[in-house]
Every structure is written in C-alpha cells, then in structure tokens.
C-alpha cells in the first residue's frame, strides 16, 4: 500500500436546500441503490487502498451508520481500515471543523501514524470512477508537491461554483481561483489531490500555526508559486452534487444507457451497504418506462423518466414523471409528480398535485413515520 486515503466529508452546503437538512451531502442517495460517498469509497477499494479515513460533521448521524461496517468494501481489517473521524473535544482543542485543512489538523495523529508515503484527498460529494494510482504514478513522474485532479468542462457549464485553474504546456499550475465570481477557464479541480504524508503534516501544522483553516486557499491557492503543483487531467464521467439542480441531473444521468453501463457494468464495480429487501413488484395496470425501480418498491401507477429509490410506494392512477422520490417514500392515490425530489419518509396526500414548474421542486410533507 503506497498511499493513505482522506475523505472530506463535514461540510454543509445551503445550496442542496432541503435535501440536506438532516443529511451530509455525501450521504445523498445516488442511482436508486447508493450513497454519493460509496463512490470514493469504491474507488478507494478499487484502487487497493486499504487504509481510509473519512471526515464527517455536520448531520453526520445517517453517514455514520451507512459507514458503520467497512465490509461492503472491504477494507483491510488487520493492516488497515475504514476510520471515520468526527469533532472530539480534547484538552488542547474544543473546535468544531472550521474548515478543510482544520479537519486534517484535528487529526493529524491519524497521519503521523500511517506509514505509507502518500496520500489521497478526496471528497464525499462527488460521482466517479477512477484509478487513483494512475494520479499516483504521475505525481511521481512529475515530481510534483502536489497533484489536482482536473477535468474540462463543456462549454456553457457553470464554472464558477468550482476552483478555476489555469496550467501552462507542462501542466504545471499557474493559476488557481476558488469559486470565482467570473470564470476564466472552463478547467476546474475535482476536489482530488495526491501529496506526499510527510509534506502533508509540514504544510497543515504550518496553516494551524497561522490560523489558516482552508485546504484550497490557505495551501494551494497560497503555496502555487513556492510548490511544484501539477493538474491531472481526466476525461471520464464525473459529477459534483452540491446543488439542488446538480442533484437531480446528476441522477437523470443514469437513465442514460452509457452511464448506467459505465458504473453498473462496466469493471470496477461501485459497491455499498446492502439492504435486506425484495425485489421491486409491478402490480396489474402499472407502465414503467425509462426509469430505475430500486429493491423493495411496489409501482401501482404510471412511472416515467424517473428514479425511484428503495422502499417506495407509488398508489393507483399515480402519475410521476421527470421526478425522483427517495427512500421510504409513500405515494397517495391519484397524485400527480412532475419535475420534482421527494424528500425521504415522506407520505404524499391522495390527490395532491406536485409540479416544478421554473426549475426543480422539492416536495417536503411534514407528516414523517418514525420506527419504533
């Protein structure tokens, strides 16, 4: 094992809205079956790193249990593991997370005793695919202090809400800008970064010293012009959640035959936390069509371009179309959904009416079942 791997998985973010009001935005359920952090975790797996480290913070209850066991992906239990790592008061510190680097600095004994030479940063709120020892090797190659995994955006796709960067012929960074008001450049940084432990530890305590809280701006931003920091380009699929409207295309994207093949079908798999539930059953007078029906969905009404997560429950004459109801979630009779989410656990009235007519809706019932 070369390298260590560190998942960034604390923050808040106010631009999922109400999706993540009880929810980390990498526990967010993904393509009917998984959560938005089973995709670092499986190309971590993949990658054969086997020591993993995972942040959480805020609403971070339902991602802890979803990492509650590191057997769905087979992390090493002797030589390794799956370490989730949350804010402790302790006798010199009683901070929250203020902030990416803070996050590493809080547990910075974690690092200092790995011993492997690298480390893999990565955050939860991102679907992909990808090799992390493809980025190793050509750190190495390159001689870089630290690697940023890029990607190009097409054309009229918003830049701003990323890191900007500019690299010259070598693929060296020039210039590195965080969320800018205006965007200069259509590459931006896929929040995955390769440097060396050692270096790691340097630059954090010297951020903490300085009160510096920020991984991007307070170590990247700040050191790229005294470090060797390189891009790595990537061309495959690759989707960040943070917004609302980034949620559901991103979902809408495995109604696609070539994206659904490319995490389903395609080796390596995406793997996650197994449910014990049966088959999705279609009763007498149901038309499904272009949609994903997860485990444990019983279908009544009519399902079109839609994603439907575990355990929903769609009444008769139902309508849902261009819509994505999430797990546990109990449809009326008669209802009508269009171009909305559908919060989980929640119990839409019979005859009720749901459209986002100016973008996406999100429909939030305030009538949740609790288990016993």
């Not at 999922?16 to 670092?40: Q, W």
């Not at 990247?220 to 609302?244: D, E, P, Q, V």
């Not at 849902?320 to 449809?331: E, F, G």
């Amino acid at each position: 094992m070369r390298a260590v791997g560190i998942i960034l998985a604390g923050g808040n973010n106010h631009k999922m809205r109400e999706l993540t009001y009880k929810r980390a935005v990498a526990a967010m359920p993904v393509a009917g079956s998984y959560r938005c952090i089973d995709f670092a975790l499986s190309n971590m797996t993949n990658s054969h790193i086997q020591k993993v480290a995972v942040l959480t913070q805020y609403n971070a209850r339902s991602l802890n249990e979803h990492l509650s066991s590191s057997k769905w992906w087979d992390f090493g239990r002797k030589q390794g593991g799956l370490f989730v790592f949350t804010p402790t008061i302790t006798l010199e510190n009683g901070n929250w997370y203020r902030g990416t680097a803070d996050a590493i600095y809080q547990n910075l004994d974690f690092l200092k005793k790995c011993h492997e030479p690298y480390v893999i940063i990565t955050s939860g709120d991102a679907v992909y695919k990808m090799d992390y020892n493809d980025v190793l090797e050509y750190h190495i190659k390159k001689k870089a202090d630290i690697t940023v995994v890029c990607k190009e955006l097409v054309p009229g796709e918003d830049a701003t809400r990323f890191g900007t960067i500019k690299m010259d012929d070598s693929m060296r960074i020039q210039e590195f800008e965080e969320k800018p008001m205006v965007a200069n450049s259509n590459t931006i940084s896929t929040g995955i970064y390769v440097i060396r432990r050692r270096q790691l530890i340097d630059l954090i305590e010297h951020a903490a010293q300085e009160d510096r809280y920020d991984f991007v701006n307070d170590i990247l931003i700040r050191y790229k012009n005294l470090k060797k920091i390189y891009g790595y380009k990537i061309s495959g699929y690759w989707s960040n959640i943070s917004t609302a409207e980034a949620y559901y295309h991103t979902n809408m994207d495995f109604l696609k035959p070539e994206v659904r093949n490319h995490f389903f079908k395609e080796y390596p798999p995406v793997y996650s936390k197994v449910s014990d539930l049966p088959p999705a059953k279609y009763n007498p007078g149901s038309y499904v069509k272009n949609s994903l029906v997860s485990s444990g969905c019983i279908v009544n009404g009519t399902v079109e371009n839609s994603i439907l997560f575990k355990k929903a429950f769609v009444g008769n004459n139902c309508v849902i179309r261009n819509s994505i109801i999430m797990n546990d979630v109990y449809l009326g009779d008669n209802t009508y959904i269009e171009n909305c989410i559908v919060e989980s656990r929640d119990t839409i009235r019979a005859n009720t009416r749901h459209v986002g007519e100016n973008g996406i809706k999100i429909v939030v019932e305030k009538n949740e079942r609790y288990a016993l």
